[in-house]
């Protein structure tokens, strides 16, 4: 805003003056600072640009936390397995009999199962 405030006065300046070379003088002057000017407003345009990236980044972590939370939240409502407690399928959760073991099924007894 300074520098537009300076642009201002030379324009001022330029215009009272009545010499030539004082006019190109302060048009010169002029021009360096429009230039610092537009140098200013695209650094802010940028950076604008950069703000919004990064906002928009933590926006989509923050929803992903939040499906983290909704997910652990979950979590801790499950009822933990306790081995214990294993009620009517405490048969299957043994693995294989063993020899010796009551309720084997001999190789004959499968087949005549499969034969049916």
Wanted: net charge negative; with cysteine; aromatic share 4%.
């Amino acid at each position: 805003m300074r520098t537009a405030e300076v642009v201002e006065q030379i324009a001022g300046a330029m215009a009272r003056s009545a010499d030539a070379s004082e006019r190109q003088q302060h048009a010169s002057d002029i021009r360096k600072l429009l230039g610092q000017i537009f140098q200013a407003c695209g650094f802010q345009d940028l950076t604008g640009q950069r703000a919004a990236n990064v906002f928009a980044t933590l926006r989509a972590m923050e929803a992903q936390v939040e499906q983290l939370v909704l997910i652990w939240g979950r979590i801790g409502q499950m009822q933990p397995l306790t081995f214990g407690d294993r009620g009517a399928d405490d048969g299957l959760l043994n693995g294989p009999k063993l020899t010796g073991d009551a309720g084997h099924a001999s190789q004959d007894e499968i087949d005549a199962m499969l034969s049916v």
